[in-house]
């Protein structure tokens, strides 16, 4: 059973699919600590309905911001937490955060990396007149939604679209890769080769998720 911890800033609807995949038994992994940065997110509920422990990590309670990832990191080790799995968290990590879990920090993001990078992904790819976005989970690195892919899930961008709407249909892709992607590493299947990531035993080259999903 891996064990994670999540990190959030919001409602955690990404949280909630993981939490939904563990107990039906589909996701092989145990949620030892949530922590938010936002003592107001919906995602703090989420933990108490479903009994999940969390704990509210706020930047401004720390001198620097080295001060505060220490925070997070301590008490993410404390717990025992083998993957960081950041579902919403609105801060940029540092190397030395990365460095107490190395190529073991992953992030959800809603475009197709490289492309749309930062906020507001799905209104930039409405802008700028995509005729696809999606979704990706890459590793974490000192870049900015640039990390090395694991896996990428493809969503037609509509003519009528416009930002919630991109979102909306993203965001039921997001609710699948995320538990897939941590299932992998929960089987020991991720290898990290430089910028590629390549899952032991995947089927590659199919659409819209690539490599393809097999349990989510």
């Known amino acids: 059973m891996l064990k994670i911890g999540v990190l959030v800033s919001g409602r ?4 909630q699919a993981l939490i939904d995949n563990i107990e039906r038994g589909t996701l092989q992994a145990s949620i030892e600590l949530v922590v938010s940065d936002n003592p107001k997110a919906y995602a703090i509920e989420r933990c108490k309905k479903h009994g999940v422990r969390c704990e509210v990590i706020r930047r401004k309670e720390y001198p620097t911001k ?6 997070i990191a301590r008490s993410l080790q404390s717990k025992g937490v083998e993957l960081v799995v950041l579902a919403g968290f609105m801060r940029i990590l ?6 107490y879990f190395p190529e073991r920090v992953i992030n959800i993001h809603p475009s197709l990396i490289p492309a749309f990078q930062g906020l507001h992904a799905q209104k930039q790819a409405v802008d700028f007149g995509a005729k696809f976005s999606g979704c990706t989970v890459h590793i974490v690195d000192e870049s900015v939604d640039a990390g090395p892919i694991i896996i990428q899930a493809v969503v037609p961008v509509l003519p009528e679209d416009d930002e919630d709407s991109l979102s909306e249909r993203i965001l039921k892709f997001e609710h699948r890769i995320l538990p897939q992607s941590v299932q992998w590493f929960a089987e020991g299947r991720v290898k990290v080769q430089g910028r ?3 899952i032991a035993g995947a089927k590659y080259g199919e659409l819209p998720v690539n490599p393809a999903l097999e349990k989510f």
């Open 196 to 198: 590629r990531v390549l």
């Open 66 to 71: 080295e001060d505060f990832e220490e925070a």
């Open 12 to 15: 955690g609807s990404n949280l």
């Open 94 to 99: 540092s190397k030395r955060f990365l460095s």
